[in-house]
């Protein structure tokens, strides 16, 4: 018998449970959806390493086939 297949669902609460325990919720906007195993990650964040452990975070969930990177690097403005 093959495995029980992942919600669509469950890959999204996973990724966002994940990159919040990274530090990646605020001031970071992280957004992620999910469709078939496609993990879309959207919105800012404030370094390019945040993007890049954003990525990374995503593709070792479990019935994840493919992460989608629309992440924005917004240096925060310095005064």
């Known amino acids: 018998m093959g495995a029980t297949p992942i ?4 890959i999204t609460r996973q990724v966002e449970n994940r990159l919040s325990g990274r530090g990646l919720s ?9 469709k078939n195993g496609e993990v879309t990650l959207s919105g800012s964040v ?3 390493h945040q993007k ?5 975070v995503a593709n070792v969930i479990s019935g994840v086939r493919r992460v989608i990177d629309r992440l924005i690097v917004k240096t925060a403005a310095k005064y």
């Open 46 to 48: 404030q370094y390019a």
């Open 26 to 34: 605020s001031p970071c906007h992280v957004a992620v959806e999910t």
């Open 7 to 10: 919600s669509d669902q469950s």
């Open 52 to 56: 890049g452990t954003a990525v990374q």
